[in-house]
């Protein structure tokens, strides 16, 4: 059973120098972020991942200025088609995006598909004070839908007028945690990817593929209720037919058989996929493995969840 991991991180020197979020991370924890050699193949061998398929950490380059972000977009996709080249059987990539120059990021995104063989691009909810949503960005989701190339939709840092309301008031610690791992960035994503359906993305692309990890950023828990903003924004289709034919979900390091289950029911076995979210979420002692392996699930789901389903969708990329 060949597993692939869609939620597998890197940065490089280049990245930590012009993103300060990053530069207070631990130093363990940075160097397992920029290393893409030994290092990384040994720990993957250790959780039982066969492939990672690799993308910039949050926020990527999207809280830059356009000409700093576009730049660095370039020179971090051509560094993952190194990598990939190098090691066609262990890794693969997402493209990193320079959103805060629409047009060019769309550009970006059909060289690094045509060209530098990737799969697809990892995008964050905002630019800056921007929602992703907002039609500037259109020219984006346009690409994709014409390359037939998935969006990966990863979590980012609430807006601070959000954390102050919603995740502060019990010391720098806990609201920290509060706003990113505990509840904030899955909330925030789920919000955003909620913004994409009402503001007609899928009705205006309906090709568009997005990836949420996390089992699906809390939305698939609520869907039942959500629906009733289908009528209110005058959509297509109820907001819970999106979910089924244009999101795909994965664990994102969560290893829950319960989540796993609501997942099955709510978006069915061929829109599940994989990712431990390397390294923020490692697991040695084949931990990721074992989590399929243990599944309750025949074994063609399995092998469909571990790297099927992924398979299938890249073989739909235009090229």
Not at 9 to 24: G, N, S
Not at 130 to 149: G, K, M, V
Not at 152 to 169: C, D, F, K
Not at 263 to 285: H, S
Request: hydrophobic share 40%; glycine share 6%.
């Amino acid at each position: 059973m060949k597993t692939i991991g869609l939620e597998e991180h890197f940065l490089t020197t280049d990245l930590l120098e012009h993103l300060p979020q990053q530069a207070t991370m631990p130093r363990d924890l940075q160097r397992r972020l920029i290393e893409l050699d030994d290092h990384r193949l040994t720990a993957m061998d250790a959780t039982g991942l066969d492939v990672q398929v690799l993308s910039v950490s949050t926020p990527g380059v999207q809280d830059l200025q356009p000409d700093a972000a576009t730049h660095l977009q370039g020179a971090t996709n051509d560094r993952i088609a190194d990598v990939v080249r190098e090691h066609p059987d262990r890794f693969q990539g997402f493209a990193t995006l320079a959103t805060s120059a629409p047009t060019r990021a769309a550009r970006e995104l059909e060289r690094a598909i045509t060209e530098l063989g990737l799969n697809g691009a990892m995008v964050f909810p905002r630019t800056r004070d921007h929602s992703l949503d907002e039609s500037r960005f259109w020219p984006i989701f346009e690409a994709a839908s014409a390359l037939n190339a998935p969006l990966y939709l990863h979590p980012q840092e609430p807006e601070s007028a959000v954390r102050a309301a919603y995740y502060s008031g019990f010391g720098d610690a806990v609201d920290s945690a509060f706003a990113r791992f505990g509840v904030g960035w899955h909330y925030d994503t789920g919000v955003q990817m909620l913004r994409l359906i009402l503001a007609g993305v899928f009705d205006r692309f309906p090709d568009l593929q997005v990836i949420l990890g996390h089992w699906g950023e809390m939305v698939l828990f609520y869907l039942d209720r959500i629906d009733n903003l289908s009528a209110a924004a005058k959509l297509d289709r109820p907001v819970s037919d999106y979910f089924r034919t244009n999101v795909h979900v994965t664990p994102g390091g969560v290893f829950s058989a319960r989540y796993l289950r609501w997942a099955l029911e709510v978006v069915g076995v061929e829109r599940v996929m994989f990712a431990t979210d390397y390294p923020y979420r490692y697991d040695a002692d084949a931990g990721a493995r074992r989590f399929l392996q243990e599944a309750d699930l025949s074994d063609d789901d399995k092998i469909s969840i571990a790297s099927g389903n992924w398979d299938r969708l890249c073989a739909k990329i235009r090229r």
